[in-house]
């Protein structure tokens, strides 16, 4: 979001608007209405869907990702476990429970693949998801005949929603056990966001969206000051 003394972006006008329980047209005051009519008068549908979703996204609640600690005592769950099935299969004394790196990747996965099920459950929630989805499955099938169009699509739009690293959260350095590191995370190299999925189609794909976002927010911006211009 922008900082208190800006103006708000686009994008936060229009999640505003999308919110808005007073819809009233009012002369010389460009409200939430006018915003979302700037909107409709947008000839880029693409935009306007990726709009709407994303506006449906900041909307919705997020899972939390999981801290430091917790990873550190799930890698000691899984340390004990291996511990008692080394036991059970030597019969010997269990012994203390000491997580191995080994033991605290496998707490990562676990906690990736937690965080990626709760993000597909979150994206349910959403009412745009499943037009804006089919508009591009289509696409991608006609435009640039794609194989395995649905899943391709789909990892491509839980990327472009959220990119945040799983493993660092976007904090772009590794987590410690109780702490927040400092070395860069080996997981995104750094740079705080997933790879795009999919390789050379899920980038194509990626900038298709942004561009039709673009021009969906220059579109509307200029039937506002139009719009200002009237009145």
Known sequence: MSDTNEKPTIDERYVQASNASNLAVKERVTGSADMLIAAGWSNSLVGKAMLRLHSEFDGTSKPRAIPPHALEQLAVSIARERALKAAREKAKAVPPAVPTEQDRKAAREQAAEWMLHEQKLMLGRLKTLPMARDMLVTGCRERWK????????????????????LKCHGTKVEMAAKRQGSRPCRSCHGTGERHVPCEDEGRQLVTFLDDCVNRARAQMRRSLRTSTKQE
């Open 146 to 165: 794609w194989e395995e169009a649905e899943a391709k699509v789909a990892a491509v739009l839980i990327w472009w929603l959220d990119r945040k690293c």
